[in-house]
């Protein structure tokens, strides 16, 4: 399971960081990223990196958020930096995971967090 925290209420121009933990039984993670999804709009990726740590970002997050992870801890981080408005959304931390040597990998989603920004 993926257990996704950090979300809340906070005034435009202000940062917040997100946390998702991956739980369970794991044999391995590869990619993880962040999603969003405000009302009325389908999920867009925010921003993914990948096992060996490369980034990518969506365009309208790029240069304000940093995704990192901790492979230790199994844990996957969103620092948001001047957020807008337009970031609020319900953000879900996403990972692929394999449960057991034997098992392919698969796609595994948080609950999302909530994010308001107010202006």
């Known amino acids: 399971q993926l257990q996704a925290s950090g979300g809340g209420f906070v005034q435009a121009g202000k940062s917040l960081t997100l946390f998702c933990a991956v739980t369970?039984?794991?044999?391995?993670?590869?990619?993880m990223a962040w999603h969003r999804q405000a009302p009325g709009n389908h999920r867009e990726l925010v921003a993914s990196?990948?096992?060996?740590?490369?980034?990518t970002y969506a365009n309208s997050m790029k240069g304000r958020s940093t995704i990192s992870r901790d492979n230790n801890k199994n844990m996957v981080y969103l620092q948001m930096n001047s957020l807008e408005p337009e970031d609020t959304a319900v953000y879900y931390c996403y990972a692929e995971i394999s449960r057991r040597s034997w098992l392919p990998l698969s796609d595994y989603w948080g609950q999302g967090t909530q994010v308001t920004v107010s202006s």
């Open positions: 369970g039984s794991i044999f391995s993670i590869n990619n």
């Open positions: 990196i990948t096992l060996a740590g490369v980034t």
